[in-house]
């Protein structure tokens, strides 16, 4: 089992930043890749991001490339968001997964990231 617990959400005016973090505990594995999801109202969720537990590869959605940054500290077993040059259309609920061979298994309960314009 795997506990990942979201923080760093807020309400945020367009340009602004945020950086999201996702701590997790419990037996974690080196052969996790942790992901970003996120869900607006009414919308289906919506991968972000996703990072390998060496950090070593990222990858990004188009619609935030350029934009937002993971990263990690496994030190810390904490995975993170930088989110910059927010738009309102970031509005949603953030969640962070952890799982292997591309099916995330495990997930936190999200973070709320308001974007006003």
């Known amino acids: 089992q795997v506990q990942l617990v979201e923080s760093g959400g807020g309400l945020v005016q ?4 945020l950086r999201l973090s996702c701590a ?16 607006a109202p009414g919308k289906e969720r919506e991968f972000v991001s996703h990072i390998t537990w060496s950090g070593g590869s990222t990858y990004y959605a188009d ?8 990263s990690r500290d496994n030190a810390k ?3 993170y968001l930088q989110m910059n040059s927010l738009k ?3 509005t949603a609920t953030y969640y962070c997964a952890v799982g292997t061979a591309g099916i ?3 997930w936190g309960q999200g973070t709320q990231v ?3 314009s």
Do not use: L
């Not at 367009?14 to 930043?17: F, L």
């Not at 052969?31 to 970003?36: A, E, H």
């Open 14 to 17: 367009a340009g602004g930043s």
């Open 24 to 39: 997790a505990s419990g037996r974690t594995r080196s052969t996790y890749r942790t992901g970003w999801f996120r869900q």
């Open 63 to 70: 619609s935030v490339k350029g934009r937002f940054t993971i």
């Open 77 to 79: 077993n904490t995975v």
């Open 88 to 90: 309102p259309e970031d």
């Open 104 to 106: 995330y298994a495990y």
């Open 114 to 116: 308001t974007v006003s």
